[in-house]
Nanobody, 118 residues
């Protein structure tokens, strides 16, 4: 079975930092792009950052550029999202997901809550 296990969420004050982890099993990790998404109740899920499977290309939403960093450790089948200078508007449930190139995201983790207090 494919599993993506997201962890690292919590409560932090504005300006603080958190590091999320997404540990994958059941897939050939190197073949998959990994993305981080977030969702607030009543709003659509939005992409936060992505890491490609092959050439190290990364993507960031404009709202997090310069504050968040996505990285992957293929030896540990894990992707990280380092979140610095957190703002209250970053409060959301964060999900990681995996996809093969040119495909839709097909595997999703369970989500981890991030709450940033002002």
């Amino acid at each position: 079975d494919v599993q993506l296990q997201a962890s690292g969420g919590g409560l932090v004050q504005a300006g603080g930092s958190l590091r999320l982890s997404c540990a994958a099993s059941g897939i050939t990790f190197d073949d998959y792009a990994i993305g981080w998404f977030r969702q607030v109740p009543g709003k659509e899920r939005e992409v936060v950052a992505c890491s490609s499977s092959s050439d190290g290309t990364t993507y960031y939403a404009d709202s997090v550029k310069g504050r968040f960093t996505i990285s992957r450790d293929n030896a540990k089948n894990t992707v990280y999202l380092q979140m610095n200078s957190l703002k209250p508007e970053d409060t959301a449930v964060y999900y990681c997901a995996a996809k093969l190139p040119l495909r839709n995201y097909s595997y999703w983790g369970q989500g981890t809550q991030v709450t940033v207090s002002s």
